[in-house]
């Protein structure tokens, strides 16, 4: 509204404001003696008082629009501040993982490139495809190798997962480990599996000397009472980890330290093992092998 605009609404506000006092003043004295002479000075102050009620209102109005906009712009500027404290955060966060593990940067860089745009270290919609591509860049700088898969060992057969499994077959590594935590609703397709011997075929020609146990979720609770059941994940060089929840298709990232029970799970695995408890049962090359017998 330009200033001429402005005028002659501040004019309409103060002759609604006077026409209306006036009104109310006709109402109250009665019709015959509101207008006589001797009401005339009573009419203009009526005048002169609606009018300046009618400004008074309109100034009230105009300063309460202000204010619930001053807010409104407070509460953006607010929230963009909010947003851009979190991505400097963010931004540091990252920053210090590349500079904490410097050998997978490659990976590292990939991964919060796409966590980014949402929350950080967190990647929604990642199928099992984009899932084992961020794997198979991570082993081409990794050690060392430690992880646990969820499903039985069709999946990475019907999941076309032989380039995955044969990188890591062929990247020299000094240690390489993989337990299968099974669901106990999926035991009975896990033992299928590892009776059929096209399917231990298709596992070991593809993966190569990965040490590789089993163990139903029954199992895991009893012998780790004290953890969660992990979701899939990968750890490499006992820093780098790379989670994934096949259900809600999220993967997470992060720098680990010595404290983390996905650690701990292979860390009590070599004790049960050194101390000949069989609670993971070796995966055998061979459909014939006898199956060990659960601790």
């Given at each position: 509204?330009?200033?001429?605009?402005?005028?002659?609404?501040?004019?309409?506000?103060?002759?609604?404001?006077?026409?209306?006092?006036?009104?109310?003043?006709?109402?109250?004295?009665?019709?015959?003696?509101?207008?006589?002479?001797?009401?005339?000075?009573?009419?203009?102050?009526?005048?002169?008082?609606?009018?300046?009620?009618?400004?008074?209102?309109?100034?009230?109005?105009?300063?309460?629009?202000?204010?619930?906009?001053?807010?409104?712009?407070?509460?953006?500027?607010?929230?963009?501040?909010?947003?851009?404290?979190?991505?400097?955060?963010?931004?540091?966060?990252?920053?210090?993982?590349?500079?904490?593990?410097?050998?997978?940067?490659?990976?590292?860089?990939?991964?919060?490139?796409?966590?980014?745009?949402?929350?950080?270290?967190?990647?929604?919609?990642?199928?099992?495809?984009?899932?084992?591509?961020?794997?198979?860049?991570?082993?081409?700088?990794?050690?060392?190798?430690?992880?646990?898969?969820?499903?039985?060992?069709?999946?990475?057969?019907?999941?076309?997962?032989?380039?995955?499994?044969?990188?890591?077959?062929?990247?020299?590594?000094?240690?390489?480990?993989?337990?299968?935590?099974?669901?106990?609703?999926?035991?009975?397709?896990?033992?299928?599996?590892?009776?059929?011997?096209?399917?231990?075929?298709?596992?070991?020609?593809?993966?190569?000397?990965?040490?590789?146990?089993?163990?139903?979720?029954?199992?895991?609770?009893k012998n780790y009472p004290k953890f969660e059941v992990p979701d899939d994940f990968a750890l490499f060089d006992r820093?780098?980890?790379?989670?994934?929840?096949?259900?809600?298709?999220?993967?997470?990232?992060?720098?680990?330290?010595?404290?983390?029970?996905?650690?701990?799970?292979?860390?009590?695995?070599?004790?049960?093992?050194?101390?000949?408890?069989?609670?993971?049962?070796?995966?055998?090359?061979?459909?014939?092998?006898?199956?060990?017998?659960?601790?």
């Amino acid at each position: 509204m330009g200033i001429k605009g402005r005028f002659w609404h501040l004019i309409s506000v103060a002759l609604l404001g006077a026409l209306a006092l006036e009104i109310v003043m006709i109402l109250a004295d009665g019709v015959r003696e509101s207008f006589s002479v001797q009401r005339i000075p009573a009419h203009l102050a009526t005048i002169a008082v609606g009018t300046i009620l009618g400004w008074l209102y309109e100034l009230l109005r105009q300063t309460n629009f202000a204010f619930a906009q001053t807010m409104r712009e407070f509460t953006g500027l607010r929230s963009g501040v909010d947003s851009l404290t979190s991505r400097i955060r963010y931004q540091d966060e990252a920053l210090a993982m590349l500079m904490h593990c410097p050998r997978h940067n490659e990976v590292l860089t990939s991964l919060i490139k796409t966590s980014m745009s949402d929350n950080f270290r967190y990647v929604p919609y990642v199928p099992p495809g984009l899932y084992l591509q961020f794997l198979t860049t991570a082993l081409k700088h990794g050690d060392g190798y430690l992880g646990v898969q969820r499903t039985s060992l069709r999946w990475y057969r019907e999941q076309g997962a032989g380039s995955y499994l044969a990188g890591l077959r062929d990247r020299p590594m000094s240690y390489k480990k993989r337990i299968f935590i099974v669901d106990d609703a999926d035991v009975p397709d896990m033992l299928a599996d590892l009776a059929d011997q096209e399917t231990l075929d298709y596992y070991w020609s593809h993966t190569g000397s990965v040490e590789t146990y089993w163990i139903p979720v029954a199992d895991f609770r009893k012998n780790y009472p004290k953890f969660e059941v992990p979701d899939d994940f990968a750890l490499f060089d006992r820093q780098l980890l790379i989670a994934y929840d096949v259900d809600k298709q999220v993967l997470i990232f992060d720098l680990l330290n010595e404290t983390r029970p996905e650690l701990k799970i292979f860390t009590i695995q070599d004790e049960l093992t050194s101390r000949q408890v069989m609670a993971f049962r070796p995966v055998p090359p061979d459909a014939t092998a006898p199956l060990a017998a659960p601790a």
